[in-house]
């Protein structure tokens, strides 16, 4: 599985958050700046070439679906980078920075070791 371009993964949430479309369904998601049809359907055609994307035939239209989930790109790609480059491999690292920085309260630090507890 190789990284994607950004609007490549623009159009992955997308697809992401419809489940399945047909590329005017995905035009909605695209207001600023607004994508051509030909644009999405284009990028959707390159996801499927790198196997994200999958599609139904309905004559000479097709519908997507995602072949990935949206968690298993997001360990591969978002995540392990984001704490590997910013946090030096460290996610105590990523939660103290969010700590320090107000962006975690007390009661939600408390909700995730109730959720590491549990497993």
């Not at 399945?20 to 055609?45: C, E, G, M, Q, W």
């Not at 139904?56 to 591969?76: A, C, M, V, W």
């Amino acid at each position: 599985m190789e990284k994607l371009t950004n609007k490549e993964e623009e159009i992955m949430q997308a697809l992401w958050k419809a489940e399945s479309a047909f590329i005017k369904d995905l035009l909605p998601f695209f207001t600023s700046p607004p994508l051509h049809y030909n644009t999405v359907s284009t990028i959707i055609r390159n996801l499927e070439e790198k196997g994200y994307v999958g599609h139904r035939s309905f004559g000479n239209t097709h519908e997507y679906f995602p072949l990935i989930s949206k968690e298993d790109y997001q360990n591969q790609f978002v995540i392990n980078k984001l704490v590997g480059d910013y946090f030096d491999n460290s996610y105590k690292n990523m939660v103290s920075y969010f700590a320090q920085n107000d962006k975690v309260t007390a009661d939600e630090l408390r909700e995730i070791l109730r959720m590491i507890e549990q497993g």
